[in-house]
């Protein structure tokens, strides 16, 4: 994608997703210069375990880094920052001395420590640490995984004490490799990706002493939190050697950014590996009573943070993807539209993939997916179409959930994300949201934030006004469902995601 046309200064930005690494240049107008991408390996220890080779990933990020900067035909000299996002929550414990890995990463789909987040709940469950961190006690968040480390890694637990262990989600793996590793990295993470942990208290901002305690985990192995916007270090390694890194987000927090949805009441909502909707709520942590989490949407420098409440779907892509690589039923992701536009309709047939439990509005760990409705009429072509309709029925659950704790009734989707390419999966999300679904220009939003974000930093860009006017429509989708129908049909999808519920039994 190397324009020839395009002068410099540029912007590298830095996406350490779930299924892949990529780097993408931009230039001043947020346009793609040069992007590369690697996948990395998908670990399955046992069902529900989902592990993270944390050095392959780092080697994966130099070589997308170098090839990027070659792509674009450029040098370190022509990048004037470097920004970081990255897979929340995914969380990794490593050597400071050596800088190796102690174990993979848990990633954030991994359950495994369901069981330890009933125990920390005690007496008075799911929302013990709520008010102080926005969470539900969810297997999802980092925190858990860490102390799952230090209990279930031989001799882990006396190294820690002894300080020579590193505790980090993978924005800090990353900088601290970039900033020099074991040769003075700096060990840093920004507010979004703390506040994905648990043990950071919302409204201060630091790190909260009691609930480390309580969960397990030693204060003295965490990263020092700083803002999603300034200048954490320079690079000393790979092709971007002695640039300033500069921004920090979590994926799903850089693609707001992306979006620039800086006005409260703004919100966009992606579609990759899961799906996650994010708004604005501006200067304040509004609770949510209707299974939102409250979360730190960015902060810019030393700006006052900026909160958000999220609605998060843990399998929507990687449902296509399931249905591709373990059932054989396409053969690329692209097929499940064709395949699905062969029929009118679903058959009858619902699927909720509750592969990881539930996450938003339900937050149940115990829940697993179902095909329910099924006939002997259905065919493949109805279960694409169920496929799809899964990712469209549960952005109408958490758009219907945002509404209620935020009050704002959302005016249009604005949308992201690898899934985006599929017209029928945005039309049907149209038709069951009853809201216009509008796409960017540049649908690499996660990309575009980090790097915007780095670019404010070191002035590339003066201020959020400046990135707002690069923000240009490519393509909107309109409500044209029969609400008689709409109603019918959603009543049959909740009835589908009742029956997921509670198939996982509380062993002792
Ligand atoms: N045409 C399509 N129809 C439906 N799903 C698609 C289509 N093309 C891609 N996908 C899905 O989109 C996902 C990839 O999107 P994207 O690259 O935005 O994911 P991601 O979540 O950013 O990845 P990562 O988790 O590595 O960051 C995959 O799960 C894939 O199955
Ligand atoms: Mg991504």
Redesign the pocket.
Known sequence: MTDAHTAGPFIAAI?Q????SRCIVFDRDGRIVAVDQKEHEQIFPKPSWVEHDASEIWTNVQEVVASAVEKAGITAEDVKAIGITN?RETTLLWDKHTGEPVHNALVWQDTRTDALCRELGRNVGQDRFRRETGLPLASYFAGPKARWLLDNVEGLRERADRGDILFGTMDSWVIWNLTGGPDGGVHVTDVTNASRTMLMNLHTLEWDEKICESIGVPMSMLPEIRSSSEVYGTATVGALAGVPVASALG?QQAALFGQTCFAEGEAKS?????TFLLMNTGEKAVNSYNGLLTTVGYRIGDQKAVYALEGSIAV???L??WM?DQMGIIKS??E??TLASSVEDNGGAYFVPAFSGLFAPYWRDDARGVIAGLTRYVTKAHLARAV?EATAWQTREIVDAMSKDSGVELAAVKVD???T??NL?MQTIADFVDAPVVRPMVAET?CLGAAYAAGLAVGFWPDTDALRANWRRAAEWTPRMDADKRDREYKNWLKAVERTMGWIEEEN
């Open positions: 996406d997703g779930t299924t892949s897979q994926d992606t579609y990759g590996t899961g929507t892509g990687s296509v993807q591709r992701a692209a499940i539209e799809l994300g690898g899934m390419s599929n999966l996660t």
